[in-house]
């Protein structure tokens, strides 16, 4: 039995501009996909939630892959943004390896369980869903790369390697860290995992020969 979806009472919305339309949509369609998954949900499904007819959702969106794709690919450039604001955002590196983790548990703890539709997918296999993931995945990975290989004079393959485990970690215990948060707060969480990755990239020798400070 699939989970239920709040009802949207027939309602029709009234004229909204394109953009103000599409995000509506894509804001019901999130609802839908995330309770229902993809193959489970219907556009009538999303129509409803939206408080719209389906040929205005179909004035939008050809159908329900294109939906999700649209909606996939939203959320893995805002991933793809909170973890380039938290690399540009400080000189300190230390201050970049805890914003970089936060990034990583603040977009998993947004929008109740949406990062499924990035992370946990029932539609991975699909050539083009998994073009955007590991498309976010590599813009999120270079800019971490970057700041690892002007600080340590790294080459470029080991700058991504480190930068892949520190994404990699920040991914995985994030997603444990969800329906836990109840016993260790989002700051607790966060210190810990980054203080974690700080010790091992922190012993890497710096370009000017010093290791990066403690």
Not at 92 to 106: E, L, M, P, S
Not at 157 to 175: K, M, N
Request: glycine share 8%; net charge negative; proline share 5%.
């Amino acid at each position: 039995m699939q989970p239920s979806l709040p009802a949207a009472a027939g309602r029709r919305t009234s004229r909204l501009p394109r953009g103000a339309r599409r995000l509506q949509l894509l804001r019901a369609a999130q609802d839908v996909f995330v309770a229902q998954g993809f193959h489970a949900a219907a556009m009538d499904d999303i129509a409803v939630r939206a408080g719209v007819s389906k040929p205005v959702l179909y004035q939008h969106f050809p159908g329900k892959r294109e939906l999700y794709l649209a909606l996939l690919e939203e959320h893995v450039s805002g991933l793809a943004d909170r973890v380039a604001a938290a690399m540009g955002g400080t000189d300190d590196n230390r201050a970049r390896v805890d914003a970089a983790v936060g990034a990583y548990f603040d977009f998993i703890d947004a929008d109740g369980e949406a990062f499924r539709l990035v992370f946990e997918s029932d539609l991975r296999n699909d050539d083009d869903v998994r073009a955007i993931v590991d498309r976010g995945t590599r813009v999120c990975v270079e800019a971490i790369a970057g700041v690892i290989a002007a600080d340590t004079g790294a080459d470029p393959e080991r700058a991504l390697l480190l930068a892949s485990g520190l994404s990699g970690l920040a991914e995985s215990s994030a997603r444990w860290w969800l329906p836990r948060k109840g016993t260790v707060s989002r700051d607790e969480a966060v210190a810990l995992m980054s203080a974690l990755a700080w010790r091992g990239i922190s012993g890497f020798p710096r370009v000017d020969g010093d290791p990066l400070p403690s």
